[in-house]
């Protein structure tokens, strides 16, 4: 059972890894600066709603100015048809060029993330990235989206407003998405303005403004740094909302627990949902090298891969204004804090399988103790070897 389990995800992971990112051109005529590209980010996606997505997108360019793109997807456990579309057009003036941008269609929308959702312009709500494998607690959001990103040197700014209908998938527990104890959910209306900021130096931000008075404020720096033969990845992220902020704009301070893949920037320890925060603070430090000691294992046992021990530690802190925990939501915890501390070590890139590389890993939680024991679990690493 374990077996066939682990295998039908390292299989998954290969072909998402292998895909992710990358386009290919269909056609292409220089001369009048026209191109349509096959979108392979499209074509396979996974969370707990759909399980398995399959689908297709096209990306048109026009005199390097003009981008519309389009995709549909199919999600296997629900049943449900996704897609959507839109249009992009770049100024020519500024420094690097104002970019105007509308898109729409029908997506998921992942509730109570700690991520800085708006990236992409084209995507009104982007779960696309394996991020998302333990995500359970969903908008199901048809609406539309416009903006404008402007680029300086350094940095990168995104304003956006979105406008959509939405239900909202209470079910964690995937009985049928809109039945609950068989009354159909009904749908609202919402809207957002969110202002977003990227740096080359690794810092990001954004604040969102909801309906009824609802924001949130989300920073984060995720930077690498060498240091002689090793690598030190530092992940650093805060956030806090309104305090009459509904449940899908907090901040899921759980983790991963339960799954048998390890994620970068995450608590591997804790639940999803096991603790959500209207306030909180993340930090990841992680040293990585390429160890000489594990030659011999690439030339004689795995020809190609690239072992990279690794240590790190990762701290967690939530809070709650008020006793709003939902239980129907989170049923782990009903504390007003959260404080949470766990270690890891593992190798990844043991054995390399087409463009991925397959590790191991291990992480504990000390504190605070389950039931006066320590929380542990063994998971497999997984990244794309470029």
Same mark, same amino acid.
């Given at each position: ?20 990112? $990358?386009?290919?051109? *269909? ?40 981008? !519309? ?13 996704? %897609? ?12 690097? %060029? ?18 800085? $959702? ?11 990235? &394996? ?26 700014? !995104? ?17 049928? *998405? ?14 957002? =303005? ?8 690794? +810092?990001?931000?954004? &604040? ?21 033969? +090793? ?18 704009? $907090? ?33 990841? *430090? ?6 000489? *000691? +594990? ?47 766990? +270690? ?9 399988? %087409? ?21 542990? =679990? ?9």
């Amino acid at each position: 059972m374990w077996l066939r389990r682990i295998m039908m995800i390292v299989a998954m992971l290969t072909l998402a890894c292998s895909a992710k990112g $990358q386009n290919m051109s *269909l056609y292409n005529n220089p001369k009048a600066r026209v191109s349509l590209s096959f979108d392979f980010d499209r074509v396979w996606n996974y969370n707990l709603y759909e399980r398995s997505r399959w689908g297709a997108g096209l990306e048109l360019s026009i005199h390097d100015s003009v981008n !519309i793109e389009g995709y549909v997807g199919y999600g296997v456990r629900d049943q449900q048809w996704k %897609g959507g579309g839109g249009v992009s057009w770049t100024l020519p003036f500024g420094h690097r %060029g104002g970019t105007v941008f509308l898109s729409g269609g029908r997506e998921y929308y992942a509730a109570a993330s700690r991520r800085i $959702q708006h990236s992409n312009v084209f995507n009104i709500t982007d779960i696309s990235g &394996l991020s998302s494998f333990m995500t359970q607690l969903m908008d199901d959001r048809t609406g539309i989206s416009a903006g404008y990103l402007f680029r300086t040197r350094n940095a990168t700014y !995104i304003v956006e407003g979105r406008a959509f209908r939405y239900y909202r998938l209470y079910d964690r527990w995937l009985r049928p *998405l809109y039945l609950v104890d068989g009354a159909e959910l009904s749908r609202s209306d919402g809207y957002e =303005v969110s202002l977003s900021m990227h740096r080359r130096s690794g +810092f990001s931000s954004e &604040l969102l403004l909801a309906k009824d008075y609802e924001w949130r404020l989300l920073a984060q720096y995720d930077h690498r740094f060498g240091v002689g033969p +090793f690598d030190l990845y530092a992940f650093a992220q805060a956030g806090i909302c309104s305090r009459d902020a509904s449940f899908f704009y $907090q901040f899921d301070l759980g983790g991963t627990y339960g799954s048998p893949l390890w994620f970068r920037n995450s608590m591997l320890t804790l639940y999803p949902y096991e603790f959500v925060a209207q306030y909180f603070a993340f930090g990841s *430090l992680r040293l990585q090298t390429h160890n000489p *000691l +594990f030659k011999w294992w690439n030339k004689t046992l795995a020809v190609g891969s690239n072992p990279r021990p690794m240590i790190g530690v990762n701290g967690a802190y939530g809070g709650k204004y008020n006793d709003n925990t939902y239980p129907e939501y989170t049923p782990f915890s009903d504390e007003m804090t959260m404080p949470a501390v766990e +270690f890891m070590a593992g190798i990844d890139g043991l054995i390399r399988w %087409g463009v991925a590389d397959y590790g191991v890993a291990f992480a504990f939680r000390p504190w605070p103790l389950e039931e006066g024991k320590m929380r542990s =679990v063994l998971l497999f690493t997984a990244a794309l070897a470029m």
